[in-house]
């Protein structure tokens, strides 16, 4: 298996909802990322998980809260988000090796936040 | 601190015409350097990497990009362009750091008509 899944495809969301993104891989890399990615720009790290804990957070606000249940699965969960936070999000992973390997990138979560 | 920049954020070619995509990196260290692809409303795809053990770097989809040291540049290259490579293309340097944090050009569109 050498992908990474995301699940939803799509979300719309209000304001004041509650939701999960969810990313999986099964490759056995142990670091994990979360992305946003706006139109025509690149991917912005968010996140960073390393052996499960939480290794970067670029002074995202609180309303975005990431989790690492395991070394296969990552979520974020949303709450009060502001229309714009509408955006790909994207999740990636990595095997651990001094940056040498790269990413490997899911296909994405388009979130619209009305 | 490492970066890299992409010259043109558009670039246009005929089908069946040499596609070149510039890159030049900044970084103190040797880099580790990539190119990824990102079609419409999808994730990045990885083409290639230089992790220094050859200059010239071949990847999927005829893809190929040449490091130079002197010239502190990784561009991208394809012989002959298909439609089907029409997308928006990343170069990234990253961080040599126990997981790879990826700093990310600001993108080319590559435009292929017929």
């Known amino acids: 298996d050498t992908e990474v899944t995301q699940t939803p495809k799509h979300l719309v969301m209000g304001m004041t909802n509650k939701k999960s993104l969810k990313c999986e891989q099964h490759?056995?890399?142990?670091?994990m990322y979360w992305y946003k990615q706006k139109a025509k720009k690149p991917p912005e790290l968010m996140f960073v998980?390393?052996?499960?804990?939480?290794?970067i957070n670029e002074s995202v606000p609180s309303r975005f809260s990431p989790e690492c249940p395991n070394s296969s699965l990552l979520n974020l969960h949303l709450h009060a988000l502001q229309p714009e936070d509408s955006a790909l999000y994207l999740c990636?992973?990595?095997?651990?090796?001094?940056?040498?390997?790269?990413?490997?990138f899911g296909p994405g979560t388009r979130l619209t936040v009305t | 601190a490492q970066s890299v920049t992409q010259l043109g954020s558009h670039v246009s070619v005929s089908e069946g015409a040499l596609v070149l995509l510039r890159c030049n990196y900044s970084?103190?260290?040797?880099?580790?350097l990539f190119w990824y692809v990102q079609y419409p409303n999808q994730g990045l795809q990885l083409l290639l990497k230089?992790?220094?053990?050859?200059?010239l770097v071949k990847g999927i989809n005829g893809f190929e990009a040449e490091f130079k040291k002197s010239e502190t540049s990784f561009h991208l290259t394809k012989p002959s362009a298909h439609m089907s490579d029409a997308a928006e293309y990343f170069c990234?340097?990253?961080?040599?750091?126990?997981?790879?944090?990826?700093?990310f050009g600001k993108g080319t569109m590559l435009l292929v008509s017929p």
């Open positions: 990636a992973s990595s095997p651990p090796g001094q940056g040498i390997f790269g990413q490997y």
């Open positions: 490759m056995g890399h142990r670091a």
């Open positions: 990234a340097v990253s961080a040599n750091s126990g997981y790879s944090t990826l700093t």
């Open positions: 230089y992790t220094s053990a050859a200059t």
């Open positions: 998980y390393s052996y499960e804990k939480l290794s």
């Open positions: 970084s103190s260290v040797p880099p580790y």
